[in-house]
């Protein structure tokens, strides 16, 4: 009897489990079953400190557990920035998390053009609208006009009140600018011809030196264009216009003139001549 009454248990209860099995059909513990259980799987995302079952939230995680990250419905706006001043323009903006790439926060800026156009930048002697503010008024040095080359649009600062070498670098670079480079024959020509007409026919200063080292010729931004004296060679296939028998290094010339000719000729960085600065 005893028996007997063991095998019927053991019937009744593999019965249960066939039932149960069908009740949840994957088998596999919690799951969003909650139409065919009769009890509900629990949420595996549920007591995770991230879990928000009604409102996603841009913090990397599936807060709704719907099997997707950061799908909010109204996600912050990015606006491009196309001249990497960190304020974008109004138009074309992106909805998303996290910034794509090219795309910042504010949409202020006046001009995407521009690195030197945004509201809050200082406004210096280059004929623009630095800071977003039309009325705000330009103050140049005394005897410095803005020139923009026609070829390229590029802007050039003459400057008329005759400075040594390290004093007009130091003025270019309060304007946003640096010494002139002479890349071509073109842009020699169009500039001593601008000079002549905004301070003169006399020499001036451009950007060339070999101040930190004889005989290595560099522009202002690094760029070493020319080594040794007269006898010397160009370096990197730069350009060059030296003058016939320069560089001499005649009492310690290390930084470059132009003379009216349209020619190069190293100098004596303290003397005092006119200078022009350029945006590079």
């Given at each position: 009897?005893?028996?007997?009454?063991?095998?019927?248990?053991?019937?009744?209860?593999?019965?249960?489990?066939?039932?149960?099995?069908?009740?949840?059909?994957?088998?596999?513990?919690?799951?969003?079953?909650?139409?065919?259980?009769?009890?509900?799987?629990?949420?595996?995302?549920?007591?995770?400190?991230?879990?928000?079952?009604?409102?996603?939230?841009?913090?990397?995680?599936?807060?709704?557990?719907?099997?997707?990250?950061?799908?909010?419905?109204?996600?912050?706006?990015?606006?491009?920035?196309?001249?990497?001043?960190?304020?974008?323009?109004?138009?074309?903006?992106?909805?998303?998390?996290?910034?794509?790439?090219?795309?910042?926060?504010?949409?202020?800026?006046?001009?995407?053009?521009?690195?030197?156009?945004?509201?809050?930048?200082?406004?210096?002697?280059?004929?623009?609208?630095?800071?977003?503010?039309?009325?705000?008024?330009?103050?140049?040095?005394?005897?410095?006009?803005?020139?923009?080359?026609?070829?390229?649009?590029?802007?050039?600062?003459?400057?008329?009140?005759?400075?040594?070498?390290?004093?007009?670098?130091?003025?270019?670079?309060?304007?946003?600018?640096?010494?002139?480079?002479?890349?071509?024959?073109?842009?020699?020509?169009?500039?001593?011809?601008?000079?002549?007409?905004?301070?003169?026919?006399?020499?001036?200063?451009?950007?060339?030196?070999?101040?930190?080292?004889?005989?290595?010729?560099?522009?202002?931004d690094g760029a070493q264009f020319w080594q040794g004296t007269s006898g010397g060679a160009?370096?990197?296939?730069?350009?060059?216009?030296?003058?016939?028998?320069?560089?001499?290094?005649?009492?310690?010339?290390?930084?470059?003139?132009?003379?009216?000719?349209?020619?190069?000729?190293?100098?004596?960085?303290?003397?005092?001549?006119p200078f022009v600065c350029e945006r590079y």
């Amino acid at each position: 009897m005893r028996d007997a009454g063991n095998a019927a248990l053991g019937s009744l209860l593999a019965l249960g489990l066939a039932a149960c099995a069908s009740a949840d059909p994957d088998g596999a513990g919690p799951s969003p079953d909650a139409a065919v259980d009769a009890v509900p799987d629990a949420n595996p995302c549920a007591g995770q400190p991230w879990f928000e079952p009604v409102e996603q939230t841009c913090d990397g995680h599936d807060n709704d557990c719907d099997g997707t990250t950061d799908n909010v419905e109204s996600p912050p706006m990015w606006f491009p920035d196309a001249d990497g001043d960190g304020h974008g323009a109004t138009t074309g903006a992106m909805g998303a998390c996290t910034a794509p790439g090219g795309f910042v926060a504010s949409s202020d800026d006046c001009d995407d053009t521009s690195a030197y156009i945004y509201p809050g930048r200082a406004e210096v002697c280059d004929g623009l609208d630095n800071d977003c503010v039309p009325a705000t008024g330009e103050t140049c040095s005394s005897g410095c006009v803005v020139r923009i080359r026609p070829d390229d649009n590029r802007r050039y600062l003459f400057c008329a009140v005759p400075s040594s070498w390290p004093v007009a670098e130091a003025r270019c670079t309060a304007e946003a600018m640096r010494l002139q480079r002479l890349d071509d024959a073109a842009e020699t020509a169009w500039a001593r011809t601008t000079a002549t007409a905004a301070f003169g026919a006399v020499n001036y200063w451009t950007g060339g030196n070999d101040r930190l080292s004889e005989g290595q010729w560099r522009w202002p931004d690094g760029a070493q264009f020319w080594q040794g004296t007269s006898g010397g060679a160009p370096v990197g296939g730069l350009y060059n216009t030296w003058d016939s028998g320069e560089p001499n290094n005649d009492s310690d010339e290390d930084c470059l003139e132009l003379r009216t000719n349209s020619r190069a000729n190293d100098g004596q960085c303290s003397g005092a001549k006119p200078f022009v600065c350029e945006r590079y």
